[in-house]
């Protein structure tokens, strides 16, 4: 499977997304977390992510975030700014992913992966973040003085700029964050509770998007996508697709790039850094 086949963007995506994922599945990230002053799982998550934007007021966390209820995100934001700096909370996630992508880099692979992490950073460097706040949060972040370091920070970029584009996608078609995680389970590609329970939903909330996706045309009683709700996800998922075309194009050796990315995404995910299934719908390389 090379960049030239049939969505080539939605290949890139899955060769460097489980690099940056790590972030979210191995322990490491909350231990760090907690050795700075930030204790609780999901405080490490909201304060890492979102530490690029400075001290921002949860509703625009909530609304570059997308995807969660705003009880959740309100929950730890700001409050972990009042145990944790912006700054201390890039750091504890610069020195966990070097940890991590330290432990499972092949000794042999390091100047593939260096030449790897140029070519990446060459397609950052040319992408455009107009209307891409969280992607240019990141992309201000100041570069590490380590490879695995600037590795995982050109993968974050890439994977938020590509999810930033995916909110467009998405609310253009007129789906909320909620509805779209809602056909996302109804193509049958994660399951409710997994998405419920990671996402701060309320069964109230829950019951009221499914209801309004049932009455549009979306979602068929047995809570499974129509034939409409199936070509609006289609349509989400190319558009996301399409938007993302520069960081292919800006690629350089953008076949060789992705199969070095793929093997050490591949060496996360067969190490169990990166669990199957999953609330952020990462594939398997």
């Given at each position: 499977?090379?960049?030239?086949?049939?969505?080539?963007?939605?290949?890139?995506?899955?060769?460097?997304?489980?690099?940056?994922?790590?972030?979210?599945?191995?322990?490491?990230?909350?231990?760090?977390?907690?050795?700075?002053?930030?204790?609780?799982?999901?405080?490490?998550?909201?304060?890492?992510?979102?530490?690029?934007?400075?001290?921002?007021?949860?509703?625009?966390?909530?609304?570059?975030?997308?995807?969660?209820?705003?009880?959740?995100?309100?929950?730890?934001?700001?409050?972990?700014?009042?145990?944790?700096?912006?700054?201390?909370?890039?750091?504890?996630?610069?020195?966990?992913?070097?940890?991590?992508?330290?432990?499972?880099?092949?000794?042999?692979?390091?100047?593939?992966?260096?030449?790897?992490?140029?070519?990446?950073?060459?397609?950052?460097?040319?992408?455009?973040?107009?209307?891409?706040?969280?992607?240019?949060?990141?992309?201000?972040?100041?570069?590490?003085a380590s490879m695995l370091g600037r590795l995982w920070l050109a993968t974050t970029v890439l994977r938020e700029h590509r999810g930033d584009g995916h909110v467009v996608a998405a609310t253009a078609a007129g789906l909320t964050g909620l509805q779209a995680?809602?056909?996302?389970?109804?193509?049958?590609?994660?399951?409710?509770?997994?998405?419920?329970?990671?996402?701060?939903?309320?069964?109230?909330?829950?019951?009221?998007?499914?209801?309004?996706?049932?009455?549009?045309?979306?979602?068929?009683?047995?809570?499974?996508?129509?034939?409409?709700?199936?070509?609006?996800?289609?349509?989400?998922?190319?558009?996301?697709?399409?938007?993302?075309?520069?960081?292919?194009?800006?690629?350089?050796?953008?076949?060789?790039?992705?199969?070095?990315l793929r093997s050490l995404s591949r060496a996360l995910v067969d190490r169990g850094v990166i669990p199957f299934p999953n609330p952020i719908g990462v594939p398997r390389p």
């Amino acid at each position: 499977m090379t960049l030239s086949d049939v969505n080539p963007e939605r290949i890139l995506w899955r060769a460097y997304e489980p690099i940056h994922a790590i972030c979210y599945f191995d322990p490491l990230f909350a231990t760090v977390m907690a050795e700075s002053g930030l204790t609780g799982w999901w405080n490490g998550y909201f304060a890492g992510r979102a530490a690029p934007l400075g001290a921002t007021p949860p509703e625009v966390v909530s609304a570059l975030f997308y995807g969660f209820a705003p009880a959740m995100v309100a929950r730890a934001i700001p409050k972990v700014w009042t145990r944790i700096t912006p700054r201390g909370a890039l750091d504890a996630r610069f020195d966990a992913a070097e940890r991590v992508l330290g432990e499972h880099a092949s000794a042999g692979s390091t100047d593939d992966l260096r030449r790897a992490t140029d070519n990446l950073e060459h397609a950052v460097d040319a992408l455009s973040h107009d209307g891409r706040a969280l992607a240019a949060a990141w992309s201000s972040v100041a570069r590490p003085a380590s490879m695995l370091g600037r590795l995982w920070l050109a993968t974050t970029v890439l994977r938020e700029h590509r999810g930033d584009g995916h909110v467009v996608a998405a609310t253009a078609a007129g789906l909320t964050g909620l509805q779209a995680s809602m056909t996302h389970i109804a193509g049958g590609h994660v399951d409710r509770t997994l998405i419920q329970d990671n996402r701060g939903w309320t069964d109230h909330q829950w019951d009221s998007a499914r209801r309004s996706l049932e009455d549009i045309g979306i979602l068929s009683r047995d809570g499974t996508l129509t034939d409409g709700g199936a070509a609006l996800r289609e349509q989400v998922e190319a558009t996301t697709d399409r938007l993302a075309t520069s960081s292919v194009r800006s690629l350089p050796d953008s076949d060789w790039t992705v199969r070095v990315l793929r093997s050490l995404s591949r060496a996360l995910v067969d190490r169990g850094v990166i669990p199957f299934p999953n609330p952020i719908g990462v594939p398997r390389p």
